[in-house]
């Protein structure tokens, strides 16, 4: 069974740091690429950030470039977001997120969700 | 301001059939397949449509989706008291170089 379970969530203040983590299990996570995408709270989903495999490629929203960074340890099945110069408005349930790539003719974003881990940006 | 652009609700009586439209641009959905998500009331997402009209193993038929040109819309056949959430559309942007979501659509089953 695919999990991916997040961690690291909590309160920070503004300009503040923090790292979440997503452990994956049920799947060899070394072939897939992933995602962290985000909720603010009573709001719709905004796509954070992306890599492939092998961190060769790596994507980010305008809204976090630069401040966050996306990285991941295959040896661990282990994903990440380094989250700096934190702001009221990353305040958002952040979720990790497999993307299966292609497969066949299609391409399968998304397939699989964790629950999600809540951050909160305030003084 | 979502970058795909949807209604912000939807509703439909047991067994009526809802549509979902979603509006994007040549550089999202006019050259990139749709995917749709579902969000049902506290829980994560979970993915029901991708590649414009494909459905994951598991989803029931009476979800489908179809895209022409820059929209796509995503239609529920037989609509279910168990239906009622949010419905999210997503497209790969190549002139973002990144995903984006419209800003949902709350279904209610009345």
């Known amino acids: 069974e695919v999990q991916l379970v997040e961690s690291g969530g909590g309160l920070v203040e503004p300009g503040g740091s923090l790292r979440l983590s997503c452990a994956a299990s049920g799947f060899t996570f070394s072939d897939y690429e992933m995602n962290w995408v985000r909720q603010a709270p009573g709001k719709g989903l905004e796509w954070v950030a992306y890599t492939t495999s092998t961190e060769s490629t790596l994507y980010y929203a305008d809204s976090v470039k630069g401040r966050f960074t996306i990285s991941r340890d295959n040896a661990k099945n282990s994903l990440y977001l380094q989250m700096n110069s934190l702001r009221a408005e990353d305040t958002a349930v952040y979720y990790c997120?497999?993307?299966?790539?292609?497969?066949?003719?299609?391409?399968?974003?998304?397939?699989?969700w964790g629950q999600g881990t809540l951050v909160t940006v305030s003084s | 301001q979502s970058v795909l652009t949807q209604p912000p609700s939807a509703s439909g009586t047991p067994g009526q059939r809802v549509t979902i439209s979603c509006s994007g641009t040549?550089?999202?959905?006019?050259?990139?397949?749709v995917n749709w998500c579902q969000q049902l009331p506290g829980t994560a997402p979970k993915l029901l449509i991708f590649?414009?009209?494909q459905r994951p193993s598991g989803v029931p038929d009476r979800f489908s989706g179809s895209k022409s040109g820059t929209s796509a819309s995503l239609a529920i056949s037989g609509l279910q008291s168990e239906d009622e959430g949010d419905y999210y559309c997503?497209?790969?942007?190549?002139?973002?170089?990144?995903?984006?979501f419209g800003g949902g659509t709350k279904v209610t089953v009345l």
């Open positions: 997120v497999r993307d299966a790539g292609y497969r066949g003719r299609y391409w399968i974003p998304f397939d699989y």
């Open positions: 590649s414009n009209d």
């Open positions: 997503v497209a790969w942007d190549d002139s973002l170089n990144g995903w984006v």
């Open positions: 040549s550089s999202n959905i006019g050259s990139r397949a």
